[in-house]
């Protein structure tokens, strides 16, 4: 009798459990036909969509494989470094750069595991011999990490927009060069592009990653607003949105510096704005809070670029969005960073009539190209996130000439470019709306 009533509690349980899990669903469902936001349909591979389809199936995918979002300290390991001399895995401001020996103050706790290579991102091989026993090496992080842009033919002034900071160099020590490639997958470094932020749903006050309020990409163009693509954010209310700036991997908190976050108090988007076409695109967020800049070198100000380069520019995009171009709902945890040429309107306007866009197709002053390549481009969830070209002659100074707006068919075809807002023709209304807001039109001018 005890063990048919303990069953039959068990059962009960599990209907309660499937009918809130009914109740969920019937409520979403209601919920996405009475609201008055524009509803995704289903799509196929050709239509004009970047969008992210953020459902419970999507996970993020970290160093190649797919798992859930966890944020963890974790724990210390060996490992041989480049050179073939057995160390430790520590963060990389634990070891010092000229030594390549740890940094410790007589307090930290290594849990020895075997293995030959690093497996997180910001973990580097420190040797673990001639350890320096002075805490002085702690000196000012901010300090170091700016030391590393500077070049000899050009070095970053106060408050200047638009400087690349990869004071990490995460992935050099693994790929032996400026970038770690995972197939056609290309990550930034740390501090790469100081500008981008990730959109997100104000559902709750934690700060955990949530891929299910994740809405895509952004540029802080002065310390109380940020640029995106008027699609993101068209239909909502700004006291839905925050944005997060300083974000790079999005499954660890073990970055040097925090990300911050910022609630939005208005929206504003161009009054031409177009969706079935997405002409002017464009749309800014004004903060209730201005970024914080002091003492985060990871945080930046994005220049706006006046004037196309010419095309066959080399320039880069990056995002969160689906870096595995055969399953769309994957997307990266590490920020991505993708090369791609600029191409110029009139070839661009070409290539798209032999898409399914027909001969009639013409791309509107207010968008651009780029790319074009097989297995490089932006897709699904990078929408919103900058095109950036190099200025000045060191490569470490970018502006924004671009935002990811939408593609024709799969991702990363050959001979279909990515369609991208064309930014500098949208330059006067950007100034036009910081000047009505009462901001400062200077903090994005190179």
């Not at 196929?44 to 944020?71: A, H, K, M, W, Y």
């Not at 320039?315 to 870096?323: I, P, R």
Request: charged share 25%; net charge negative; hydrophobic share 35%.
């Amino acid at each position: 009798m005890r063990y048919t009533i303990l069953v039959i509690a068990v059962l009960s349980t599990l209907m309660v459990l499937g009918a809130c899990q009914s109740d969920d669903e019937m409520a979403a469902m209601l919920q996405a036909i009475t609201s008055n936001e524009p509803q995704q349909k289903t799509t196929t591979d050709e239509e004009l969509n970047l969008d992210p389809v953020l459902d419970q199936t999507d996970t993020f995918s970290s160093q190649g494989s797919t798992s859930e979002i966890t944020r963890s300290k974790g724990t210390i390991s060996e490992c041989i470094n480049q050179e073939g001399q057995r160390g430790v895995c520590v963060y990389y401001y634990l070891c010092d750069q000229e030594s390549k020996t740890i940094i410790e103050d007589g307090r930290t706790l290594i849990d020895v595991r075997s293995g030959e290579y690093c497996q997180k991102f910001l973990e580097i091989c420190c040797l673990r011999s001639q350890v320096l026993e002075e805490p002085a090496k702690y000196e000012s992080k901010q300090t170091k990490l700016v030391e590393k842009v500077v070049r000899s033919d050009e070095k970053p002034k106060a408050n200047e927009c638009g400087w690349s900071n990869p004071g990490v160099n995460v992935f050099t020590p693994r790929s032996g060069g400026e970038r770690i490639t995972d197939g056609e997958k290309i990550y930034a470094d740390f501090g790469d592009f100081p500008w981008i932020v990730a959109l997100l749903k104000r559902k709750q006050a934690e700060e955990e990653w949530e891929k299910s309020n994740y809405i895509g990409g952004g540029s802080l163009i002065h310390p109380s607003v940020v640029m995106t693509t008027a699609h993101k954010v068209a239909g909502r209310k700004p006291e839905d949105l925050k944005i997060r700036a300083g974000e790079w991997d999005t499954t660890s908190l073990d970055e040097e510096y925090e990300h911050q976050e910022r609630t939005v108090s208005k929206i504003v988007i161009h009054r031409d704005y177009f969706r079935p076409s997405l002409y002017n695109d464009i749309a800014l967020l004004f903060l209730e809070e201005p970024v914080n800049l002091t003492y985060a070198p990871h945080i930046g100000i994005g220049c706006l670029g006046k004037q196309m380069p010419s095309a066959n520019t080399n320039c880069f995009s990056m995002g969160w969005g689906a870096d595995n171009f055969n399953n769309k709902s994957v997307f990266a945890a590490v920020l991505k960073k993708v090369k791609l040429p600029l191409v110029e309107h009139s070839r661009c306007e070409e290539m798209l009539q032999k898409t399914r866009l027909g001969r009639i197709f013409r791309l509107h002053a207010s968008l651009t190209c780029a790319g074009g390549q097989a297995g490089i481009d932006t897709c699904k969830g990078d929408g919103g996130s900058p095109l950036v070209c190099p200025i000045g002659v060191g490569g470490t100074r970018f502006a924004i000439f671009g935002m990811v707006a939408y593609g024709v068919g799969k991702c990363g075809q050959t001979d279909i470019p990515g369609v991208y807002v064309n930014v500098p023709d949208l330059y006067d209304w950007v100034e036009q709306q910081l000047y009505t807001q009462g901001y400062d039109t200077q903090s994005y001018v190179y």
